[in-house]
């Protein structure tokens, strides 16, 4: 401060109304503050009374793990920080770099180095894998070349591997018409269809449509016993039946009775929709009609044949 008060006058007032008692208490203010002229030269700072504030030193920082990338343009920065250095306080001394001061960290601008991301397994260039063969096995009545060959194969083959007999077509070399049962009845003599009540009954119905009876083939879609058959031996069945109709080639197969019709044609059609229709067995021209040896009784379903079924098949000619 270049000039500096007289407080002569105030500390009279103040020492006159502490030696007065409550009756000679002034209430007013009578003192002003007048200036004088300072013995100080205006160039030099007076002494200053007071003792000197000891400086504070600022506490280290705890040491830090990560310390984050200096920016990338640091100009900017370093001459703001240049132009304000002066205004700064006496008081006011930059911190010590908490990596400094600690002597386990001797570089203050280091950063730890990033821990190395674990290499990604790469697949060897040299090794290919394979891709899987599927092998598929042909049957040996696939290979047979005769028919008498394709039923010699069927014997050796798993489906009919407890076979005691394998029952083989009858009939003449290319039928005009090949009669299809499910199997050969228990009891009844094979070999011989045609001369069985329920074989003479095809004699005549055929017959009545102009088909002669040495013209009439009849064979069986499992050659043994009846037994349950699974949907895989029923593929394999159907399979065979392929390759057998390769060898007769029939004008016209026969199928007689519904469980017969699903075990040929699956169970993706419908039997009371088809029945007496126009229908095809891989390349063979096929008709499904209602089961032969319950027609031999029934006149209602030896009705419903002539008069219904054969008639829808277009295949037939009724007389």
């Given at each position: 401060m270049p000039e500096e008060f007289d407080f002569s006058e105030l500390r009279k007032y103040l020492q006159g109304q502490m030696d007065m008692g409550e009756?000679?208490?002034?209430?007013?203010?009578p003192w002003t503050l007048t200036r004088k002229k300072s013995a100080v030269p205006a160039g030099a700072r007076p002494a200053n009374p007071m003792p000197p504030i000891p400086q504070i030193q600022p506490r280290p920082a705890a040491p830090a793990f990560s310390q984050p990338s200096a920016p990338r343009n640091p100009a900017p920065f370093s001459?703001?920080?240049?132009?304000?250095?002066?205004?700064?306080s006496a008081f006011q001394q930059p911190a010590p770099s908490a990596f400094g001061a600690s002597p386990a960290f001797p570089q203050a601008a280091s950063v730890a180095?990033?821990?190395?991301?674990?290499?990604?397994?790469?697949?060897?260039?040299g090794l290919t894998i394979a891709p899987r063969a599927v092998k598929k096995t042909t049957a040996a009545y696939e290979l047979a070349d005769s028919i008498g060959a394709f039923y010699d194969a069927l014997k050796t083959d798993a489906l009919y591997a407890r076979a005691t007999n394998v029952v083989r077509y009858e009939g003449p070399e290319h039928p005009r018409?090949?009669?299809?049962?499910?199997?050969?009845k228990p009891g009844e003599p094979t070999g011989n269809f045609f001369q069985s009540p329920t074989g003479e009954m095809l004699v005549r119905l055929f017959g009545s449509l102009g088909y002669a009876p040495e013209s009439l083939g009849v064979t069986y879609f499992y050659k043994d016993a009846p037994r349950a058959l699974s949907p895989i031996l029923l593929a394999s069945l159907r399979r065979m039946l392929t390759k057998e109709l390769s060898f007769i080639a029939p004008e016209?197969?026969?199928?007689?009775?519904?469980?017969?019709?699903?075990?040929?044609?699956?169970?993706?059609?419908?039997?009371?929709?088809?029945?007496?229709?126009?229908?095809?067995?891989?390349g063979t021209k096929t008709v499904s009609l209602v089961d032969a040896f319950a027609m031999t009784t029934d006149k209602q379903l030896k009705w419903l044949t002539w008069k219904v079924h054969i008639p829808r098949s277009g295949l037939f000619t009724a007389k």
């Open positions: 009756e000679d208490l002034l209430l007013d203010e001459t703001f920080a240049q132009s304000q250095a002066p205004a700064q180095p990033a821990r190395p991301a674990a290499p990604k397994p790469q697949a060897d260039a018409l090949l009669v299809l049962l499910a199997a050969p016209i197969m026969i199928t007689f009775g519904e469980p017969l019709f699903y075990d040929v044609f699956s169970k993706g059609k419908n039997f009371n929709d088809l029945a007496g229709t126009a229908l095809d067995f891989n």
